[in-house]
């Protein structure tokens, strides 16, 4: 069964703060997705990335798919309160259809 | 444009006793995919349509769950019986159509349900 990892499980951090959030596995991902879920509702997809190396930027989001497609992160720049959310990232395969990573709970205090 | 509809919100059921949830994707999408998210953790995927067809469902407990698409566009996931375990927000998602390796899911808002 292929996972996706996520870490930190848990993140609080300060207004203006910077942060990391990871994605890991030991299995090859064709695409990632990352999500942004809040509570009471679906996750809404932030970005899709496909090639190895990859890095895409959305505001003060910066997100990167790892050489070898096995990992990827979210950065965050000087993070604001509605930042605050659960994280997601979500891989695909030929074999396997969007498994879903174990999640980033993340809150930004004002 | 809407989204994803799902009815009802909120569900509270002994455990024994069966349940159904309704999912309206957004007009025209032809994929359709059941979530179950158990609190705290990702999102595992049930089942998923391709208009009226199964394309996946291996991890579908078909013993107690069931899923149907009806004419390709509404759908209904049933469980009978439900088991405590089976308490967890159930999402239904639908996209355009299968983009290989990266189209994109629109989520409803789910279905919260507790097993007692």
């Known amino acids: 069964t292929q996972l996706l990892e996520q870490s930190p499980q848990f993140l609080s951090i300060q207004e203006g703060e910077n942060l990391t959030v990871y994605c890991n596995s030991s299995s090859v991902f064709s695409s990632l997705q990352w999500y942004r879920q809040e509570p009471g509702e679906g996750p809404v997809l932030l970005v899709t990335v496909v090639t190895g190396g990859e890095v895409k930027k959305l505001k003060r989001l910066t997100f990167q798919f790892g050489d070898a497609r096995k990992d990827s992160s979210l950065h965050i720049t000087a993070a604001q309160p509605g930042d605050t959310g659960l994280y997601l990232c979500?891989?695909?395969?030929?074999?396997?259809?969007?498994?879903f990573g174990t999640g980033t709970r993340l809150k930004v205090l004002a | 444009e809407a989204g994803v509809a799902q009815s009802p919100r909120y569900k509270i059921i002994e455990k024994r006793q069966s349940v159904a949830f309704w999912c309206n994707p957004i007009?025209?999408?032809?994929?359709l995919y059941w979530y179950q998210q158990i609190l705290g953790q990702g999102p595992k995927l049930l089942i998923q349509f391709q208009n009226n067809g199964v394309v996946d469902d291996s991890q579908l407990p078909k013993d107690r769950f069931s899923a149907e698409r009806l004419k390709g566009v509404d759908s209904t996931l049933k469980i009978q019986p439900a088991k405590l375990e089976d308490s967890a927000v159930y999402l239904c998602?639908?996209?355009?159509?299968?983009?290989?390796?990266?189209?994109?899911?629109?989520f409803g808002p789910g279905t919260r349900l507790t097993v007692l």
């Open positions: 007009s025209g999408h032809a994929t």
């Open positions: 979500a891989g695909t395969s030929g074999t396997y259809k969007y498994i």
């Open positions: 998602a639908s996209s355009l159509y299968e983009q290989e390796f990266s189209d994109t899911q629109y």
